[in-house]
């Protein structure tokens, strides 16, 4: 693609984004269901989906905020996995685990689908799942940037349930932070390797993340195997993502 051209894009699409983010009081905005997630009442079978929404006010400019919701077989309702810094200054603890709406606007952003199993799959992954987010090695800080935050929470869940074998979207500021003074580690979706220093710098390699390039908590990235471009603000210019068998 002509440098130009990409430039041009990406100067308009930020313009969107900006658009979209400014301008609207979140304490009023919606946060009811987006009808993504199946209902309960209609599907039986175990779920577990990833979410991405733009973060509040002018963090969305930049990011999105991620979350991870699973329903048991035979389940009335769904619990939800989120980091948040409010939490962490109201409680001292940033995670919050709770039954809710799985697929809520996040104040007034639409969330997308990052990744969705149904059935024995999800079924597997939810104790997993569980351990995962007990195990989190930060639930007692939060830092918008470069992390630990809330994307640095639902990858490290990712990276330890290998029925999620997906990663997080370019802007999701946060997801390189390995964390525990560790600078390699398998990447996101269990494809590929991941270099970080402390997530202000690094490469990932593997099958279904392509080439990313990590500066100052920026991602940079082709994706070969489904043709992308993974850019900062923007997300993904492409093919859509989805997870590798």
Avoid: C
């Amino acid at each position: 693609m002509n440098p130009y051209l990409t430039v041009t894009l990406i100067a308009i699409l930020s313009l969107v984004i900006l658009a979209n983010v400014t301008g609207t009081d979140w304490r009023n905005a919606p946060r009811d269901s987006a009808q993504i997630a199946p209902l309960p009442e209609v599907e039986p079978q175990a779920v577990v989906q990833i979410y991405a929404a733009r973060a509040i006010n002018w963090r969305g400019w930049f990011a999105v905020h991620t979350w991870v919701a699973t329903k048991e077989k035979n389940a009335k309702t769904y619990t939800v996995y989120h980091v948040m810094g409010w939490q962490l200054r109201r409680t001292g603890e940033s995670r919050m685990i709770k039954t809710d709406i799985p697929d809520r606007f996040w104040f007034g952003a639409k969330p997308t689908l990052v990744d969705s199993l149904i059935g024995e799959k999800a079924e597997s992954a939810i104790p997993k799942i569980k351990a995962a987010a007990d195990s989190y090695g930060y639930p007692n800080a939060y830092r918008v940037w470069p992390g630990p935050n809330s994307n640095s929470f639902t990858a490290h869940i990712i990276r330890e349930v290998p029925e999620l074998g997906v990663e997080l979207p370019a802007h999701a500021i946060g997801k390189d932070w390995i964390g525990k003074g560790d600078f390699f580690a398998r990447s996101e979706s269990g494809t590929g390797y991941q270099f970080s220093l402390f997530g202000l710098l690094g490469m990932t390699v593997g099958k279904a993340e392509g080439i990313e390039i990590n500066l100052l908590g920026l991602t940079f990235g082709v994706d070969f195997l489904r043709p992308a471009l993974k850019l900062p603000l923007i997300g993904r210019l492409g093919m859509a993502d989805a997870p590798v068998s």
